[in-house]
């Protein structure tokens, strides 16, 4: 079971990212799927999740409105569309899977982690 973060990158503050997260050794459609985030100093904290058909989603009060979650179920791949980026964006980005939607937001609800994608957004 792996997952792969791919995209992050430097920008400056209104800019826009795709982050990927290609998961292998498991078929996405059967789970949940999130974003993370660990910024500077701070705990690894939920930024979005999407349900396992894509229809349901959910988004931190502090990126609704300016990141979108989704998937592409036959790819076996997680995206988190991020606009209008703010220096607060800041921080190592991680997907993670999850079986239960009332454990979505929970750290502790996952038993692992990959290495994550770097965004950085400064001017």
């Known amino acids: 079971v792996q997952l792969v973060e791919s995209g992050g990158d430097f920008v400056q503050p209104g800019g826009s990212l795709r982050l990927s997260c290609a998961a292998s050794?498991?078929?996405?459609?059967?789970?949940?799927m999130t974003w993370f985030r660990k910024r500077p100093g701070k705990e690894r904290e939920f930024v979005a999740a999407?349900?396992?058909?894509?229809?349901?989603?959910r988004h931190v009060d502090s990126v609704r409105g300016r990141f979108t979650i989704s998937r592409e179920n036959s790819q076996n791949t997680v995206y988190l569309d991020m606009n209008s980026l703010k220096p607060e964006d800041t921080a190592i980005y991680y997907c993670?899977?999850?079986?239960?939607?009332?454990?979505?937001?929970?750290?502790?609800?996952?038993?692992?982690w990959g290495p994550g994608t770097q965004v950085t957004v400064s001017s």
């Open positions: 050794g498991f078929n996405i459609r059967d789970y949940h």
């Open positions: 999407i349900g396992n058909f894509g229809v349901a989603t």
């Open positions: 993670n899977r999850a079986r239960r939607w009332s454990e979505i937001a929970t750290t502790e609800s996952y038993a692992s």
